[in-house]
């Protein structure tokens, strides 16, 4: 695997991001010449500034939307993991107009730009929203999607449209559908940022918010299993025009979550149950066969070892 990215030029958009970041720093060591392409809109210098004075590192402020701009960036790449995003479905329903936007169209641009400058592999990630409120588990790739946010859809164009110019154009393209990413870096937003935020007050004994009973369950990834994935998905020509859930395999609720990361933190904390909120489904589990089958996809980091790398982490960023 090092062979084939060492000195190779890779784009990740969204790099200055949480998963974006992550995914940048296991290039680096991989020997990669990497590229980002960030907005800078929700990314953060803190979280690629270690690389900053490397020669094979390059960061373009620029939005994916911007023709000229991706242009630019994808020049002279090989492959490209676009995890730029507006992720949060509170923030689509109250804009739908630029997370469809930002997700669909700068996806397109992105792809037609890839397959105009010849990219070799691009990976594109998408979501389980793509999913929806469909009632059978575990969530199969084959299975009917009916996202019901507007975030889940522009996801769901995204993939779509990935495969399409796999289809039509021969780009080589490939879409994960992520599963309740946490870990370090990551800022509240998701019910997987909901994390950040129970971890945080937990240090301060806030109260926990936990919207509906908490009965809910989630299939929470750890970041570091994501990144694995990524690298094997853009290594794999089984993976061309195919996509794949990315996740542990297993439900844990959201009372169960905040009860550990009580524990943990050593917090007072009490759990606030408000109104549950539009858009949110109430049940996630993912089977991960087809990317265990086509590219060795396993992951490694349980929920409470996930948990315990990611309180430490903010106790260092304090």
Not at 35 to 50: I, T
Not at 196 to 218: A, L, V
Request: glycine fraction near 8%.
């Amino acid at each position: 695997m090092v062979g084939i990215f060492e000195n190779s030029e890779v784009l990740v958009t969204g790099g200055a991001g949480f998963i974006g970041s992550h995914i940048v720093d296991r290039l680096m060591e991989l020997g990669a010449w990497v590229k980002v392409l960030d907005d800078m809109s929700s990314g953060s210098l803190m979280n690629v500034n270690r690389w900053g004075e490397n020669q094979n590192f390059e960061l373009i402020k620029g939005d994916i939307r911007n023709p000229e701009i991706v242009r630019n960036a994808v020049k002279g790449t090989s492959i490209v993991f676009h995890q730029a995003a507006k992720v949060s479905v509170p923030f689509s329903i109250e804009n739908p107009i630029l997370v469809a936007d930002v997700n669909a169209m700068g996806t397109v641009i992105l792809l037609d730009e890839c397959r105009r400058a010849d990219v070799e592999k691009i990976v594109v990630a998408s979501s389980s929203s793509v999913y929806g409120e469909t009632p059978i588990l575990p969530k199969v790739e084959s299975m009917t999607t009916n996202p019901i946010s507007p975030y889940g859809v522009s996801k769901l164009t995204a993939e779509r449209m990935a495969i399409a110019f796999t289809k039509i154009y021969n780009l080589k393209a490939t879409a994960l559908r992520y599963f309740n990413v946490f870990g370090p870096r990551q800022r509240g937003g998701s019910y997987a940022g909901a994390i950040s935020i129970f971890i945080k007050n937990g240090f301060s004994n806030q109260p926990f918010p936990i919207f509906g009973d908490g009965t809910q369950t989630r299939d929470f990834t750890f970041v570091d299993d994501v990144v694995e994935c990524n690298i094997l998905a853009a290594t794999s020509d089984r993976t061309n025009g195919e996509v794949y859930n990315v996740a542990r395999g297993e439900q844990i609720t959201i009372n169960r979550v905040a009860a550990i990361i009580k524990n943990l933190t050593g917090s007072s904390s009490k759990f606030q149950h408000l109104p549950k909120r539009e858009g949110d489904i109430e049940h996630s589990l993912a089977d991960i066969s087809k990317a265990q089958r086509d590219f060795g996809y396993e992951p490694m980091v349980d929920i409470e070892s996930g948990l315990k790398k990611t309180i430490e982490w903010s106790l260092d960023s304090l």
